[in-house]
């Protein structure tokens, strides 16, 4: 598949990329042995994967997971000290420890196509900020998420608070963010940050295409791939919209005026209605918005 693409994916060290079903990005974050926390090069590399993603014509949904037992427990401490202690000394970082699209390339990233989360077991800190920012979250029963910040004496400062906060609302926000305590994925559910929760992988030598988080995601995925994929961009662009900064009016206006005219000049528009009127499938291109 990869010969199909525009440009080749980039190599990465520190996740795993696969295509498992057409038009899906599948990406494993791969430090299982310290709970996929990402150090600074784990997170661009992955900001350099998604920006490539969301450019990549054959691609219209993406799922993310973790390898082991956690989804991942945010950024890597020990390079954080080290970072610090150069502060100390008076010398600065070649560049931030966290890339401008946010921890992991992916808490403050708006990007254009959709992400979702199959999160497999803790999300803590950095992937919890991950977690509020992606499209749809879906959980195995077992997993966890927190912001524990305030116990190391940090702040949760990659996007998680506001967004957290229009999602889940101001009183829960804050219990995370204060309390650092944990949050079960069934109370996530309730909560309103998690879509839905399945059972837990049978073995934790399971394959992590196997499992039934990944599963359950990867079947979202291919609803959503399954649809006009121009429609699904700009579906997103107006749910993002509300969210981000705008009022519901605004929002309906700026989405019109920004993309309505690409709506209805492109090929998938046609296709729609015309599979419509003749009873039949339609037949997506690649979206060229």
């Given amino acids: 598949m990869t010969a199909s693409f525009k440009k080749p994916p980039p190599s990465l060290i520190y996740s795993v990329v696969s295509f498992p079903l057409p038009h899906i990005l599948f990406v494993v974050f791969n430090r299982p042995k310290v709970l996929n926390c990402l150090c600074s090069d784990a997170q661009y590399e992955l900001e350099e994967l998604f920006a490539w993603y969301d450019t990549e014509p054959s691609l219209r949904c993406a799922v993310v997971t973790g390898a082991g037992r956690a989804f991942c427990t945010g950024a890597d401490l020990k390079e954080w000290d080290q970072s610090n202690e150069r502060k100390e000394r008076g010398e600065r970082d070649p560049r931030p420890l966290i890339p401008p699209s946010g921890f ?32 749809l979250i879906l959980a195995a029963k077992s997993a966890k998420f927190a912001l524990p910040e305030a116990k190391r004496g940090v702040v949760a400062m990659a996007g998680s ?54 599963k359950k995601a990867l079947e979202y995925a291919t609803e959503i791939v399954q649809n006009s994929p121009d429609s699904v961009i700009i579906s997103r662009a107006g749910v993002m919209s509300a969210w981000e900064d705008a009022s519901a009016e605004n929002s309906s206006r700026l989405l019109h005026e920004t993309w309505g005219q690409a709506l209805d000049e492109g090929e998938n528009l046609r296709e729609g209605v015309m599979a419509f009127v003749q009873k039949r499938e339609p037949h997506w291109v690649n979206s060229k918005l």
């Fill in 104 to 135: 992991g390339g992916l808490s403050r990233r708006h990007g254009k196509k959709p992400v979702i989360a199959a999160v497999n077991g803790l999300a803590f800190g950095g992937g919890m900020e991950i977690v509020a920012n992606l499209d």
């Fill in 161 to 214: 608070l506001p967004r957290l906060t229009r999602t889940i609302g101001r009183p829960r926000a804050m219990q995370m963010a204060l309390t650092g305590r944990a949050v079960t994925a069934d109370e996530a559910e309730k909560w309103g940050f998690v879509n839905i929760v399945v059972d837990d992988a049978t073995s934790v030598e399971l394959d992590v295409i196997d499992r039934p988080v990944v």
